[in-house]
């Protein structure tokens, strides 16, 4: 164990995840094991072993499988220089780094052959590698003794996250469970990886020296996730704090058992809660919850709103992709997208491509979205997104068609957005006071108010905002039919400027949407002449 108190914590931790590396590549089949012949602890390893990943599943993407995955390992991989450089500046940082890199060469060596496996694991290390890219400038150069030792704080949860994982992967029977059914393990370890990412969030906020709401409020966050109960604890103390920490996951299990055999009961109940909403607005307990003025702060709503993020999946509010690659679309298209950006009307532009079954970046009018979204964000232009998906194996709330699920998971995505874009300190006569927010408990029951808490919100933003929707088809049945027109009307009505992108039949959007307001893609065959999509499609935004 380390003899420098900064380091102390972390040392701990990586002589455990070095034990636990051991252990972990035993038990691994022969076509799981890690071969230390090709394989070196470092950064340029875990890339060529990504890289091999890839050659692997190449037969596996052209049949539809791994695309996300991929995706997600690459996302990560661009991440890996961040570890690297924030490792460095501890003591003894190039071993933390070998540590680092000769883990993760094992755990995705393991789970190349196993897509649930490599899915969760992708996803979770493409989340917390976002996080740390994001403060590692700032850290470089605000290098103080505290921010050293939140460093170090920080990676000793990096790599007892990454000991859980190969404990849950060790076991025979989990790589069986996890291939054969929809055992979500990124949810598994969901609590692990809020805690790393609000622990890197905290940093880069006093690193940046951001504002002191929101610092404060991430300061509440981590207060409330508090530290692993087993961080930097050895001997007797740590075996206490291993038990402990069973019985806390055991608990947590329990828990949210009970919350999803309390999902049948809830509907009845919200049925009869919105049935008696308008006396429930002027009761007592609503108006002694709102505030005296009409003074309100972003913090406060986005902290009353927080429940929201349950109902919609952050990762489809931005691909998880790398978008440097041009981007290439028909010169027409491209003409006619880069006008209606220029102007102020119609508000509303459908681009309608051709029916095709390919998901996300194997998708081009996906591509094109998702391109303009991040173009727009590269030119610190405010926008808003999300991208619609039927997803495999999600727990459908009482009542709900996948379809209306997803239609809910829109419109609190948007709500979410639009108070991310919010002027810290604000006036308005509306209630934005939590037990309003609570009424929108991700029901078709609370559509309505949904609808209404959006149209107030998008009163209080920026003139220049745009929004983009793409695969509202996957969404478009009988059952959704009357949220999702409402959802157009309220976009037509409101400040921003919404692209909406399908690949398949979407009948509100024809109902709805004039000639005037529709971009046809028919083809992006080989004889059509094409443009890159760069930022000069958006840059009369700047002016």
Known sequence: MSSNPVTRIVSVEAARLCEKWVKFRQSCSKDDQLDLSTSEPTVDSVLDMV???????????????????????HRFCGTLDSHSSLLKLLPEGNEYVSIFTGTLNAVIKASVNHERIAEGVSEALSSIGENITECKAELEIFHTMDMLERVA???????????????????????RLIDSFNENL???????IKLINAKSALMRNIAARGSRAEVRATRLMIEDLGRDVRIGLEGEARNRAEMKHFANLVDRELLQAQRERQEDAKGWAVDQRLAGSTSLLTTPSILSAMPSTNEWTAEQVSINSAHLEDFFHRDRVRLPYDLSAAVMVPAE???????????????????????TEADDMENMVTTIAAKFVDLAS???IPIMSYFCELRRGELLRSGHSRETQGAIAVASAL??????????RFEAEVDFSEARFHLLDGTVGSWDESMAVIRALTELLPEKVFCVIDGLHWLDDTSTER????????????KLKTLFTTTGRAPCLREELSVSETLVLKTFGQNCGTCALDDSAIETLDD
């Open 153 to 175: 704080e920080l990676y000793a949860h990096v790599f007892l996250f990454l000991s859980s994982i190969m404990d849950y992967l060790a076991k025979k029977s989990v790589m």
């Open 186 to 192: 990124c949810k598994k370890f969901q609590d692990e």
């Open 415 to 424: 709500l979410r957005q639009i108070i991310e874009l919010l002027l810290p």
């Open 51 to 73: 890289e091999r990943m890839n050659k692997t599943w190449q037969e596996k993407r052209k049949q539809g499988a791994g695309r996300k995955v991929m995706a997600f390992f």
């Open 333 to 355: 298209t491209l003409r006619q997208l880069t006008d209606w950006t220029a102007s102020p009307s119609p508000r509303l532009l459908w681009m309608d491509g051709p029916p």
């Open 378 to 380: 590269q030119c610190r």
């Open 483 to 494: 949220y999702l027109k409402e959802l157009i009307h309220l976009l037509r009505g409101s």
